[in-house]
């Protein structure tokens, strides 16, 4: 028999097991499209534990729940658009703060210490065993991603002093973009063959595809503001620099579980300082080789 419980109680056991309902649908759901039989696998016994827990809950609090539909969709969007291991670990992470809320019911409710340990024991070891092919080339796109960022970031500064309008800076970077796109891809190739991969091609696609992607980026703001904004411009792009920066940082400490802030700082400090070094000699190849443009 289930011993009467305090509204505090109740209330934690109601919202848990409308999460776990509405997780085991994600689940589910993102098993659907997710690539490869293991993956799917995997996906499906985490909802199945999700079910166990809602089931659970279930006996306690005497409600038959729905699932929330729009944190659903909002977890199968992640899945399509940036891969289905970040946005399961996006949706774990999540529940790190209902571990007070655990602590609370320990004293109420005997299961809750035996769900709670599958939360971070049998949950995390599935979790590991989630193979993605866009996680296995992250080396591919942070070498592509980074020699964009620094390469571009200096020049673009360099030129905006030296031509003193967008225009210009936007048609020289795009040449110089496109010219390293097809360079750094290559070399990248190069390299994967030389060390006997059957991946060269692949890995050389994300390196070249997440370059092309930043140029494209970094040049906007130089488009979109008139010709003599280029200061404007300047500033943009160095914030366009740090958007980037975060976004991608968030997305690998999210996926791998590696720490944001690190990386985020050291990535931010090379790309402006690059940028804060080539402004300047933009400005002293200006002075002394006197062209005015």
């Known amino acids: 028999m289930i011993k009467p419980l305090s509204q505090k109680a109740l209330q934690i056991i109601t919202k848990m097991q409308q999460n776990e309902l509405t997780e085991s649908f994600i689940y589910y759901e993102i098993a659907k499209f997710a690539k490869g039989e293991e993956n799917k696998k995997t996906l499906v016994r985490l909802g199945d534990e999700e079910r166990a827990h809602y089931e659970i809950w279930k006996k306690y609090t005497g409600i ?4 929330q539909k729009l944190k659903i969709l909002k977890y199968k ?13 996006l949706m774990e ?89 097809f360079s750094m891809a290559s070399s990248e190739f190069l390299s994967a063959r030389s060390e006997g991969r059957s991946d060269a091609l692949r890995s050389c696609c994300y ?7 930043t140029v494209a980026l970094l040049i906007t703001p130089y488009l979109l503001i008139d010709n003599n904004g280029y200061m ?8 366009m620099v740090i958007l980037i920066i975060a976004g991608f940082t968030y ?42 443009i």
């Open 64 to 67: 038959e729940m729905k699932p």
């Open 207 to 213: 390196t070249g595809i997440a370059y092309l992607i």
């Open 93 to 181: 992470n999540g529940e790190e703060g209902s571990q007070k809320e655990y602590e609370l019911l320990a004293s109420e409710v005997e299961e809750s210490a035996k769900i709670r340990a599958e939360e971070e024991e049998h949950e995390a070891a599935l979790l590991a065993m989630l193979d993605e092919e866009r996680l296995q080339y992250v080396g591919s796109m942070v070498l592509g991603m980074n020699d964009a960022l620094v390469e571009l970031t200096g020049s673009l500064a360099g030129f905006t002093f030296a031509m003193q309008n967008t225009r210009l800076v936007a048609l020289s970077g795009l040449i110089l973009g496109i010219s390293a796109t």
């Open 251 to 292: 997305y690998i400490s999210v996926a791998q579980g590696e720490k944001f802030k690190p990386k985020f700082l050291e990535m931010t400090l090379i790309s402006v300082g690059v940028a804060v070094i080539s402004f300047f000699v933009g400005i002293i190849a200006k002075k002394f080789l006197g062209v005015d």
């Open 77 to 89: 969007l992640l899945a399509r658009v940036l891969g289905f291991t970040f946005a399961v670990k």
């Open 232 to 239: 404007g411009a300047l500033c943009a792009m160095i914030g």
